[in-house]
T-cell receptor, first 113, second 109 residues
Framework: SQTIHQWPATLVQPVGSPLSLECTVEGTSNPNLYWYRQAAGRGLQLLFYSVGIGQISSEVPQNLSASRPQDRQFILSSKKLLLSDSGFYLC????????????FGPGTRLTVT | EDKVVQSPLSLVVHEGDTVTLNCSYEVTNFRSLLWYKQEKKAPTFLFMLTSSGIEKKSGRLSSILDKKELFSILNITATQTGDSAVYLCAVTNDYKLSFGAGTTVTVRA
């Protein structure tokens, strides 16, 4: 069966510090991978998605970036965090193809102080 | 731009009541509609609907899609306090999911 991991689970970082969140998927190959952010009391905002190694599509212009160095690894980064970057960050995966559901990792709660 | 609208935004019911949640959408290259449940953590998958008029059921939850009128409903019967959560609707094209803002359901004992 497939499993998705995210770490860390919680993170408190000062404004201006860098960020690196990691997501890995087990039990499948060539998945579609996604990063979402959910601000407190708000809906899910798609940040990035990837359909293959090195292929990143950005949905929202911001100070975040994403990379996919390996087939089942997806990394979200920032060089300098802003207060507005606080939120619940979720990684998700989906089988390649059209009619498949998407599954979420456990998430990282980021607080920028 | 793809659009997913859920209603109501929130509701409060008592245990045993039936709840109906609505989701309307406008999306290019529609492929499927999904429902998720979120309880202060990551969303968990409930249903995926691709064809009109075919009801999907899981225990006390059921859902149906109308591709002509571009909406879906999620029903919860005989609600329990454990059903309290945010219910999210999402629609897919080939790669992406577009999510609605969610409906917050509170079930009181």
């Amino acid at each position: 069966s497939q499993t998705i991991h995210q770490w860390p689970a919680t993170l408190v970082q000062p404004v201006g510090s860098p960020l690196s969140l990691e997501c890995t998927v087990e039990g499948t190959s060539n998945p579609n991978l996604y990063w979402y952010r959910q601000a407190a009391g708000r809906g899910l905002q798609l940040l990035f998605y990837s359909v293959g190694i090195g292929q990143i599509s950005s949905e929202v212009p911001q100070n975040l970036s994403a990379s996919r160095p390996q087939d089942r690894q997806f990394i979200l980064s920032s060089k300098k965090l802003l207060l507005s970057d606080s939120g619940f960050y979720l990684c998700a995966w989906r089988k390649t193809g059209t009619y498949y559901e998407q599954y979420f990792g456990p998430g990282t709660r980021l607080t920028v102080t | 731009e793809d659009k997913v609208v859920q209603s109501p935004l929130s509701l409060v019911v008592h245990e045993g009541d039936t709840v109906t949640l609505n989701c309307s959408y406008e999306v290019t290259n529609f492929r499927s509609l999904l429902w998720y449940k979120q309880e202060k953590k990551a969303p968990t998958f409930l249903f995926m609907l691709t064809s009109s008029g075919i009801e999907k059921k899981s225990g006390r939850l059921s859902s149906i899609l109308d591709k002509k009128e571009l909406f879906s409903i999620l029903n919860i019967t005989a609600t329990q306090t454990g059903d309290s959560a945010v219910y999210l609707c999402a629609v897919t094209n080939d790669y992406k999911l577009s999510f609605g803002a969610g409906t917050t359901v509170t079930v009181r004992a």
